[in-house]
């Protein structure tokens, strides 16, 4: 793979200097470069491949990093970081250490936001557009937003507020999945090279200055809307306030760059439509850009292939089957997700019951309150839903669902450490924003069988529950294929040991069980955070000399947080080590790796106890409690 031309450049300015001819052997070589290199690092592959002439056309029409861009969602970014001085880099993509996965802020100055949860771009950059206005700096503000992206409110939210604020800035919309969009052609070409044009842009505003106060200035308006409305399916957005271009080729340089030069120089906020295809340059993954959306290392001739030994089921999966199997059992049941089927295991579901899967795009308020509803009716929704995502309905969650106490079930995906996608996807925190919820209870299952009896559980009451799990697989314990539920707030005693428990809340269970060998220590599953185990908990309280809280999310109102208030209630002394996620974000890397840093593995455990209450673990019984950050 020769990338001569790339090799060349060091940043946009470099790219500014070339010839129109030159920009498309670039995004050959650009487009070649992001294949391999993701091929060996795995990555996100699908959507990066189809914004490869859209990078270049931006980089070359704007001033970067003086002009502002914001890609939504951020994954979409890795063109855009190897034109931004960080080709070489790339081999470390999602590596501990290395390049992000996302648009970060101390990255590069060319990450003007990061944005690795998605719909937030136009609201960033109309934010950006009005600071430069009042600073008096002539600089542009761009947001690039996916089709899905744009499903979600908070994008119609900034649109509504920047059509009435005539905020200079442009709104690119990278439509890659041809929801809403007519066949691109030379018509399409056209059109938005003409409806980006001064002289379209002059005869407009003459116009309305000529008809403004006049008896025809309405019909007007409502003529040229409608007549765009017939070639374009850009009404809506000029509803918004936004003047609509589009839809254009977004792999055609010829289209994008004058288009581009024309938004650039116009006033006010201004909407272009590009079409782009997923996958775009590689055959396989265009034929297959679900699949090719985020792969881990395959070989570019062969495409993904199945391995040779089956890997063991992850807890996506089990959550998966086990809702065909209650939906099977209970025709009440109905299956949401915020656009993340496969994801969160839900494919399986949505081939066999279409009519009771209800996939709301990335809209996770709307997700949540739409449950809310449908329990309002008597049934009983199931939200799949990962941990950083539910963040983003926290009110809904406690106005729509727990206030009313309706019995919605939230299976929480990709709890604790993620590894690769970083601090954005981490769920740190939903063991503490979920518990302090009244009519809320929240399980931490320790593996694939629990996990299912804990999801039937959860299924059986009559109030809000949530279900926490790891992305990934457990410690491999094969779930039963029955629906049988685990008895409601009560943890177990896994070893027996003497002077100090280890109360473990989720998958930790099992590097504490190691842990305990050496330290010859007690065991708990505590599987409940809410309802605790209250009894259990004062139970090993008077029987140790010491307690030690494990919990893969944040030390701050966590789990741990629980047992030290039910032992202070109880009027009960006795030394409490707590461990868990420190109060910092936890970067992207190895899982296993940034486990060992937080100090939540089975050494990490060992050596945390050892040094609280010392190598021999002599215990001096105090009021003292201590919590360790990893």
Sequence with gaps: MTNNLLATIASPADLRRLSRADLRTLCDELRQYVLHSVSKTGGHLSSN????????????????????????????????KVLTGRREQ???????????????????????????????????????????????????????????????????????????SMADMLVILNDNDMSISPPVGALNRYFARLMSGKFYSKAREGAKSVLKNTPLYEFARR???????????????????????????????????PTLENLRDAKGPQFLHVVTRKGMGYKLAEADPVNYHGPGKFDVAVGLQKPATPPKQTFAEVFGSWLCDMAEADKRLIGITPAMCGGSGMTEFEKRFPERYHDVGIAEQHAVTFAAGLACEGLKPVVAIYSTFLQRGYDQLIHDVAL????????????????????????????AFIRCVPNMSLLTPADERETRRALSSAFAQEHPVGVRYPRGAGAGVKPEADLETLEWGKGEKRREGRRIALL??????????????????????????????????????????????????????????AVLEALAAAGVQVPLLQLGLPDRYIEHGDPVRLMHECGLDAEGIEQSVRRRFGPSLAVVRSTSTTAVNG
């Design 404 to 431: 009313q106490n309706l019995p919605v079930v939230f299976a929480l995906d990709r709890a604790g450490i993620v590894g690769a996608d970083g601090p954005t996807h981490c769920g740190a925190y939903d063991i």
């Design 504 to 561: 473990a809340f989720g998958p930790l269970l099992y590097p504490a069980l190691q842990a305990a060998e050496k330290l010859d220590a007690t065991v708990v599953n505590m599987r409940f955070v809410k309802p605790l185990d209250v009894e259990l908990v004062l139970e090993m309280a008077r029987t140790h000399e010491a307690l030690v809280t494990l919990e893969e999310g944040s030390i701050m109102g966590g789990a741990g947080s």
């Design 49 to 80: 491949l189809g914004t490869v002439e859209l990078t270049v056309a931006l980089h070359y029409v704007f001033n970067t990093p003086y002009d502002r861009i914001v890609w939504d969602v951020g994954h979409q970014t890795y063109p855009h």
């Design 90 to 164: 790339m081999a470390t993509l999602r590596m501990y250490g290395g390049l992000a996965g996302f648009p970060k802020r101390d990255e590069s100055e060319y990450d003007a936001f990061g944005t690795a949860h998605s719909s937030t771009s136009i609201s960033a950059v109309l934010g950006m557009a009005h600071a430069a206005k009042l600073k008096g700096e002539n600089r542009k503000a761009v947001a690039v937003i996916g089709d899905g992206a744009m499903t979600g409110g908070m994008a119609f939210e900034a649109m509504n507020n920047a059509g009435v």
């Design 223 to 257: 003529f040229e809307e409608h007549t765009k409305g017939m070639v374009v399916p850009g009404t809506i957005f000029e509803e918004f306030g936004l003047n609509y271009v589009g839809p254009i080729d977004g792999h055609d340089l010829d289209s994008l760059i």
